[in-house]
């Protein structure tokens, strides 16, 4: 059942999608899909970013009150254990001393822990791990159908740092806290969201100064992209994360929304908050002038958007304005954002300069 | 007075035939305890981290025993041995009983051989339940139970309690209303269900977790919470099993062997969604276990629920650890989905070796 390490790693939603193809049931494939738009952190949320944390990007935001619990990025010049933070969901977590043995079960962490320098200390990772290549020839603990407690107790963790809003069973957190196992659940809303996160990350492993150098040079990145963006024409833009059976893409003020908006698109997205399908006729009325396939790693080419029916009226299917990507580095709440940001940004303006990633 | 009695004694007759069991109950009870206790050790014994058997021994002995024996393993092992493969298991066995047990009662009841312990409406219900609890954002937590296990509970005991309110009024015979009335009712929950998983965004896989089963969860507090509930009214059917026999044979022989069966009839029926209800609190929806194993048993020992029932919870449980067992060696597979997989082949073969005629 564990996938192989040959087969491209694919993240939880696209593990979703793979039974979405699978298989006839409407309910399987409802779970597939919400569960592919849940992966990328593009989960409901308000536009909202806590003001402390981002600063920079606050023209961007739609001016509502911080509801961000992780907006807490005012770490020690240098991390002092025994230490306790509150993470993205409210739990606190206490560590005595610095952690050892960490144990990521989201790619996203992963990718925080190594960029930071802890990589040497992460003993364990997940089925959907693929980046850095260090990470994924370690021990797998977590794959789409669950959380393999058992082995993160043989392996003496001291640090578990898991995806909040369901990534990670809640079950699985819960059980790994009562045997006294300290898990931090990070869950990123938005761009400020993972911003705040790889400071919270870099706290509690001990590289908070490493964190904070790291946010500020993703911020001036960020800042950079959405300069060089900002005078630009924003054209409607689709991000499409897949389609295979019915189109999904971007929620209201989803994660992947900002992003298209701070590339210098204008996102169509599904016109609720909650939904990440998009029926064929609103999509048809909205009138892409571009669209992004997130859903090119999967196989989904522009040739395949073209011929699908009922798609050639729209704009950018006419003027050949379909771009592939890659959805990995776009949509993971990472250290590498800020190049996901400046491919989606060169996705959506071919012939602009956009500032390479410092 | 002859015409009074005649039917009365043809009913005792058919009873004595029923009760008559075929093959050799004390072999069957020694072979099915023996392949409980093959399921406990394994059960305890494997995972996803080694440990040798030598030191699983050790570990069980020196904490549940006292045994006087030196640690010399590391403190994650007893960790993994006591805190979660021995809940894990107890669980897997209590529910797998009480699925056995909630199976061959609805079945014996219902003299449906398709009638399992969802039958009623029960699964849809209790599946309504947590999905309503997964959309709402409240997070308690009593006794290592969450919303999702209470409403869960409650929503599998609400709907039995609605479809068998709603049966009465019919002008069908019992159990065709009882039949129609909890199809009805599941496929309306069925809908809820649809809508709140559609409503449920980014939460779906909680509830997806929760409709495939499984015991991942399993703790000592749950365990201990569900244990009586699940043991007590699974004992409790199994001391009404005359009364579950009497309505086999049918109501007008059941009514002239003196079973009440209206009272009768209620009683077991609340007793079956009990034990399901805690099951399923405690395990999500697991199919397949609850509607194979009563068959297998009566193709083996005959219909009568005297030998039924029990052979019935034996065999459950031991079926419920090694599913979970394959669940958990592939990598946290939800054991609904190994339930399903090894439960219907193996079934059909069960069936098809049958030599004798079968009947429920």
């Known amino acids: 059942m564990r996938p192989d390490d040959q087969e491209p790693l694919l993240p939880t939603g696209a593990r979703g999608r793979s039974i979405l193809r699978g298989t006839r049931g409407a309910v399987l494939g409802l779970v597939a899909a919400i569960a592919f738009a849940a992966c990328s952190?593009?989960?409901p949320a308000s536009a909202s970013i806590p003001p402390d944390a981002t600063g920079s990007l606050a023209p961007i935001t739609t001016a509502t009150p911080s509801v961000s619990p992780s907006a807490t990025p005012t770490p020690a010049p240098s991390a002092a254990y025994p230490l306790t933070v509150t993470d993205d969901e409210g739990g606190t977590v206490a560590l005595a001393a610095e952690p050892r043995r960490i144990v990521s079960l989201t790619p996203a962490t992963?990718?925080?822990?190594?960029?930071?320098?802890?990589?040497?200390?992460?003993?364990?990772?997940?089925?959907?791990?693929?980046?850095?290549?260090?990470?994924?020839?370690?021990?797998?603990?977590?794959?789409?159908?669950?959380?393999?407690?058992?082995?993160?107790?043989?392996?003496?963790?001291?640090?578990?740092?898991?995806?909040?809003?369901?990534?990670?069973?809640?079950?699985?957190?819960?059980?790994?806290?009562?045997?006294?196992?300290?898990v931090l659940v990070v869950y990123a809303r938005d761009v400020a969201g993972v911003l705040a996160d790889i400071e919270l990350v870099?706290?509690?492993?001990?590289?908070?100064?490493?964190?904070?150098?790291?946010?500020?040079?993703?911020?001036?990145?960020?800042?950079?992209?959405?300069?060089?963006?900002?005078?630009?024409?924003?054209?409607?833009?689709?991000?499409?994360?897949?389609?295979?059976?019915?189109?999904?893409?971007?929620?209201?003020?989803?994660?992947?929304?900002?992003?298209?908006?701070?590339?210098?698109?204008?996102?169509?997205?599904?016109?609720?908050?909650?939904?990440?399908?998009?029926?064929?006729e609103k999509l048809v009325a909205a009138d892409p002038q571009v669209i992004v396939?997130?859903?090119?790693?999967?196989?989904?080419?522009?040739?395949?958007?073209a011929a699908r029916p009922g798609w050639g009226r729209m704009t950018a299917v006419r003027t050949g304005a379909i771009r592939p990507v890659n959805d990995l580095v776009i949509t993971r709440p990472g250290p590498r954002l800020v190049e996901g940001l400046r491919d989606l940004a060169l996705a959506i303006h071919p012939d602009a300069s956009i500032p390479p990633v410092q | 007075m002859a015409t009074r009695s005649e039917p009365v004694a043809a009913a005792r007759v058919r009873a004595v035939r029923l009760e008559t069991g075929r093959g050799r109950p004390a072999l069957l009870f020694g072979g099915a305890l023996g392949l409980l206790l093959v399921a406990l050790v394994l059960g305890v014994g494997l995972g996803s981290v080694a440990v040798a058997p030598a030191d699983t021994l050790a570990i069980l002995a020196r904490r549940l025993l006292g045994a006087p024996i030196a640690q010399t393993w590391p403190a994650s092992t007893e960790t993994i041995v006591l805190d979660l493969r021995l809940p894990r298991v107890l669980a897997a066995m209590t529910v797998g009983l009480g699925l056995a047990v909630a199976g061959a009662t609805f079945q014996g009841l219902l003299r449906n051989p398709l009638a399992d312990p969802y039958v009623l409406g029960t699964a849809s219900g209790a599946a309504l339940g947590a999905a309503i609890a997964v959309l709402i954002p409240i997070r308690v937590l009593v006794l290592e139970f969450g919303l999702l296990h209470g409403l869960a509970f409650a929503g599998a005991l609400l709907s039995i309690a609605v479809v068998y309110r709603l049966s009465r009024t019919a002008t069908l015979a019992p159990l065709t209303s009882l039949l129609l009335t909890g199809y009805a009712v599941g496929s309306l929950l069925a809908a809820g269900l649809a809508m709140a998983m559609y409503l449920s965004g980014a939460n779906l896989r909680q509830i997806f977790a929760f409709l495939l089963g499984g015991f991942e969860g399993a703790s000592w507090i749950r365990v201990a919470?569900?244990?009586?509930?699940?043991?007590?009214?699974?004992?409790?059917?199994?001391?009404?099993?005359?009364?579950?026999?009497?309505?086999?044979?049918?109501?007008?022989?059941?009514?002239?062997?003196?079973?009440?069966?209206?009272?009768?009839?209620?009683?077991?029926?609340?007793l079956a969604s009990l034990v399901t209800a805690a099951?399923?609190?405690?395990?999500?929806?697991?199919?397949?276990?609850?509607?194979?194993?009563?068959?297998?048993?009566?193709?083996?020992?005959?219909?009568?629920?005297?030998?039924?029932?029990?052979?019935?919870?034996?065999?459950?449980?031991?079926?419920?650890?090694?599913?979970?067992?394959v669940a958990r060696l592939l990598g946290e597979v939800p054991v609904g989905v190994v339930t399903a997989v090894i439960g219907a082949p193996f079934f059909l073969f069960v069936l098809r070796s049958a030599r004798s005629g079968y009947e429920l």
């Open chain 1, 202 to 280: 870099g706290r509690v492993i001990g590289k908070a100064a490493e964190a904070r150098a790291m946010t500020d040079r993703m911020r001036a990145g960020i800042d950079a992209i959405a300069a060089a963006t900002s005078a630009l024409d924003h054209p409607r833009t689709f991000y499409e994360l897949d389609a295979t059976k019915e189109i999904y893409g971007p929620a209201d003020d989803s994660f992947v929304a900002e992003m298209v908006r701070l590339a210098g698109g204008d996102p169509i997205t599904t016109g609720s908050p909650t939904v990440f399908s998009i029926p064929l």
């Open chain 2, 225 to 270: 919470v569900a244990l009586p509930i699940i043991l007590g009214g699974s004992l409790a059917i199994g001391l009404r099993a005359r009364a579950l026999n009497g309505l086999l044979l049918g109501e007008e022989t059941a009514a002239h062997l003196g079973v009440d069966v209206r009272r009768e009839r209620a009683i077991l029926i609340a």
């Open chain 2, 279 to 325: 099951a399923v609190a405690i395990a999500g929806l697991i199919g397949f276990v609850g509607l194979v194993v009563p068959h297998v048993v009566r193709l083996a020992v005959g219909p009568n629920a005297r030998l039924v029932l029990p052979l019935s919870a034996l065999l459950g449980a031991s079926l419920m650890v090694g599913a979970d067992i």
């Open chain 1, 293 to 305: 396939l997130g859903d090119a790693a999967y196989g989904t080419t522009a040739k395949d958007v």
């Open chain 1, 41 to 43: 952190a593009g989960a």
């Open chain 1, 110 to 182: 992963t990718e925080i822990a190594f960029a930071l320098g802890a990589g040497d200390r992460v003993v364990a990772t997940t089925d959907f791990d693929d980046y850095p290549p260090a990470a994924t020839t370690l021990p797998h603990v977590a794959s789409y159908t669950g959380v393999d407690v058992e082995k993160i107790v043989g392996l003496n963790a001291d640090l578990v740092i898991a995806g909040g809003n369901g990534f990670n069973p809640p079950e699985a957190v819960a059980r790994l806290r009562s045997l006294g196992i300290p």
